[in-house]
């Protein structure tokens, strides 16, 4: 098991920046797993946001992001980061992490739907205010 806990959360003025953290603990997170970030609106779908690769070498966005978040990790630490800039109030939501395992398929291909994802944190709320 993995378990993952989401911090860094808040309101913030658009236009501001926010830097959200995921704690990762478990004995298998040794297992090298992949990294995603999504956020859900009020009354919307989890939609993903980007995801970053074991090694921090290969990272992937959604367009709506693109340009202006950042996903890094430090695996010393166990955790990975989004950084926000130039947030909008269309960010406004739940924002959770998520791990998924090395061998789950699409292998060497970025990750975007939560069915492949395998641990879910809490999720943190963002709210950007106009």
């Known amino acids: 098991q993995v378990q993952l806990v989401e911090s860094g959360g808040g309101l913030v003025q658009a236009g501001g920046s926010l830097r959200l953290s995921c704690a990762a603990s478990g004995r298998t997170f040794s297992r090298r797993y992949g990294m995603g970030w999504f956020r859900q609106a009020p009354g919307k779908e989890r939609v993903f946001v980007g995801a970053?690769?074991?090694?921090?070498?290969?990272?992937y966005y959604a367009d709506s992001v693109k340009g202006r978040f950042t996903i890094s990790r430090d695996n010393a630490k166990n955790t990975v980061y989004l950084q926000m800039n130039s947030l909008k109030p269309e960010d406004t939501a739940v924002y959770y992490c998520?791990?998924?395992?090395?061998?789950?398929?699409?292998?060497?291909?970025?990750?975007?739907?939560?069915?492949?994802?395998?641990?879910w944190g809490q999720g943190t709320q963002v709210t950007v205010a106009s």
């Open positions: 970053i690769s074991w090694s921090g070498g290969t990272t």
């Open positions: 998520a791990a998924s395992d090395p061998e789950r398929p699409p292998l060497g291909a970025p990750k975007t739907r939560l069915y492949e994802y395998d641990f």
